[in-house]
Protein backbone atom coordinates (compact mmCIF):
# COMPACT_ATOMS: atom_id res chain seq x y z
CA UNK A 1 0.00 0.00 0.00
CA UNK A 2 2.58 2.37 1.14
CA UNK A 3 4.30 1.92 -2.98
CA UNK A 4 1.07 2.68 -4.45
CA UNK A 5 0.85 6.08 -2.27
CA UNK A 6 4.12 7.02 -2.95
CA UNK A 7 3.48 6.65 -6.51
CA UNK A 8 -0.07 8.09 -6.39
CA UNK A 9 1.46 11.18 -4.61
CA UNK A 10 4.27 11.28 -7.63
CA UNK A 11 1.29 11.69 -10.15
CA UNK A 12 -0.67 14.06 -8.16
CA UNK A 13 2.90 16.16 -7.97
CA UNK A 14 3.38 16.06 -11.88
CA UNK A 15 -0.09 17.08 -12.15
CA UNK A 16 0.51 20.15 -10.31
CA UNK A 17 3.75 20.81 -11.86
CA UNK A 18 1.58 20.73 -14.95
CA UNK A 19 -1.11 23.30 -14.07
CA UNK A 20 2.01 25.19 -12.33
CA UNK A 21 3.39 25.37 -15.90
CA UNK A 22 0.23 26.07 -17.56
CA UNK A 23 -0.20 28.54 -15.64
CA UNK A 24 3.19 30.65 -15.86
CA UNK A 25 2.80 30.26 -19.84
CA UNK A 26 -0.86 31.83 -20.06
CA UNK A 27 0.51 34.47 -18.08
CA UNK A 28 3.69 34.89 -20.16
CA UNK A 29 5.93 34.17 -16.97
CA UNK A 30 7.28 30.97 -17.73
CA UNK A 31 11.07 31.74 -17.62
CA UNK A 32 12.74 29.99 -20.47
CA UNK A 33 14.43 27.19 -19.00
CA UNK A 34 15.39 23.50 -20.21
CA UNK A 35 12.89 21.47 -18.05
CA UNK A 36 9.32 23.10 -18.79
CA UNK A 37 7.97 24.50 -21.90
CA UNK A 38 8.67 24.02 -25.81
CA UNK A 39 12.40 24.07 -26.52
CA UNK A 40 13.36 25.04 -29.80
CA UNK A 41 16.48 26.98 -30.82
CA UNK A 42 13.84 29.90 -31.79
CA UNK A 43 12.00 30.01 -28.71
CA UNK A 44 15.54 29.64 -26.53
CA UNK A 45 16.84 32.86 -28.34
CA UNK A 46 13.79 34.92 -28.53
CA UNK A 47 11.71 35.52 -25.27
CA UNK A 48 9.02 36.93 -27.19
CA UNK A 49 8.56 33.77 -29.14
CA UNK A 50 9.16 31.85 -25.73
CA UNK A 51 6.21 33.38 -24.41
CA UNK A 52 3.89 33.36 -27.38
CA UNK A 53 4.52 29.45 -28.33
CA UNK A 54 3.75 28.39 -24.64
CA UNK A 55 1.16 30.15 -24.33
CA UNK A 56 -0.66 28.35 -27.44
CA UNK A 57 0.15 25.65 -25.57
CA UNK A 58 -1.32 26.22 -22.31
CA UNK A 59 -4.68 24.80 -22.89
CA UNK A 60 -3.28 21.30 -23.56
CA UNK A 61 -0.85 21.84 -19.94
CA UNK A 62 -4.07 22.53 -17.63
CA UNK A 63 -5.83 19.24 -19.49
CA UNK A 64 -2.61 17.03 -18.69
CA UNK A 65 -2.16 18.49 -15.12
CA UNK A 66 -6.33 18.22 -14.35
CA UNK A 67 -6.39 14.48 -15.54
CA UNK A 68 -3.41 13.51 -13.46
CA UNK A 69 -3.62 15.56 -10.35
CA UNK A 70 -7.08 13.61 -10.43
CA UNK A 71 -6.33 10.48 -11.24
CA UNK A 72 -3.20 10.51 -8.33
CA UNK A 73 -5.87 11.82 -5.83
CA UNK A 74 -8.60 9.18 -6.77
CA UNK A 75 -5.18 6.74 -6.46
CA UNK A 76 -4.18 7.86 -3.15
CA UNK A 77 -8.19 7.57 -1.54
CA UNK A 78 -8.45 4.09 -3.34
CA UNK A 79 -5.62 2.57 -1.74
CA UNK A 80 -6.12 3.81 1.67
CA UNK A 81 -9.37 1.92 1.58
CA UNK A 82 -7.70 -1.28 0.22
CA UNK A 83 -8.64 -1.21 -3.64
CA UNK A 84 -5.01 -1.27 -4.79
CA UNK A 85 -5.73 -3.18 -7.87
CA UNK A 86 -7.64 -0.21 -9.38
CA UNK A 87 -5.60 2.55 -8.15
CA UNK A 88 -2.32 0.81 -10.11
CA UNK A 89 -4.62 0.97 -13.08
CA UNK A 90 -5.56 4.72 -12.60
CA UNK A 91 -1.93 5.39 -11.81
CA UNK A 92 -0.58 4.12 -15.53
CA UNK A 93 -4.04 5.84 -16.99
CA UNK A 94 -2.98 9.28 -15.09
CA UNK A 95 0.23 8.96 -16.62
CA UNK A 96 -0.66 7.83 -19.96
CA UNK A 97 -3.09 10.83 -20.01
CA UNK A 98 -0.24 13.60 -18.92
CA UNK A 99 1.90 12.36 -21.62
CA UNK A 100 -0.47 12.11 -24.50
CA UNK A 101 -1.74 15.96 -23.51
CA UNK A 102 1.28 17.31 -23.04
CA UNK A 103 2.48 15.66 -26.30
CA UNK A 104 -0.50 16.60 -27.90
CA UNK A 105 0.30 20.40 -26.78
CA UNK A 106 3.45 20.43 -29.64
CA UNK A 107 0.81 20.78 -32.17
CA UNK A 108 -0.40 24.47 -31.23
CA UNK A 109 2.72 25.05 -30.62
CA UNK A 110 4.18 24.38 -33.61
CA UNK A 111 1.46 26.27 -35.13
CA UNK A 112 2.57 29.40 -32.96
CA UNK A 113 6.00 29.24 -33.52
CA UNK A 114 5.49 28.80 -37.08
CA UNK A 115 3.18 32.33 -37.45
CA UNK A 116 5.81 33.77 -34.92
CA UNK A 117 8.57 33.50 -38.06
CA UNK A 118 6.12 34.82 -40.64
CA UNK A 119 5.41 37.63 -38.44
CA UNK A 120 9.03 38.06 -38.09
CA UNK A 121 10.16 37.49 -41.79
CA UNK A 122 7.38 39.76 -42.81
CA UNK A 123 8.39 42.70 -40.88
Do not use: C
Not at 35 to 53: C, E, M, Q, S
Not at 61 to 78: E, M, Y
Not at 95 to 108: A, D, E, K, Q
Request: charged share 10%.
Amino acid sequence: MIGIIAAALLVLIAGLLALWWARASRRGTLPQNWIFGYRTPLTLRDKNAWVTVNRASARFAIIAGVGAGIAGLVAIILALVGIEDISSVLLGSGLGWLLIWTLLGVIPAHRAARMYKQTLSSS
